[in-house]
């Protein structure tokens, strides 16, 4: 049994886009806990958190070049992270 390996070049300049995104990510999350958006805060910063874990994934970690078995199991975990923190938000809420 043969396994194969594809090989993937991503361009430095793919990474200096990614890597300007995520610092600007950063700094737009710090930025956030100055404003007061009431209780839109915590999702605003879990947003951005969210699409900066999704770009880490997908071009540093090479989730986007990899089977798609593994990009369903990420789903799935972060399927299980958002509804853990469903469940921590409904129970602060009616508590």
Known sequence: MEKEQHTHIVKYKTYVIVLI?????????????SINLGPYTVSAALLLA???????????????????????MVAAVFILLA????ITFLDYLYR
Not at 21 to 33: D, E, P, R
Not at 83 to 86: G, L, Y
């Open 83 to 86: 509804s853990v923190i469903f």
């Open 50 to 72: 969210g699409i900066k874990s999704v770009l880490v994934l997908l071009i540093f970690m090479h989730l986007k070049f990899d089977k798609k078995f593994y990009a369903l």
């Open 21 to 33: 995104a995520l610092l600007f990510m950063t700094f737009a999350s710090v930025a956030i806990t």
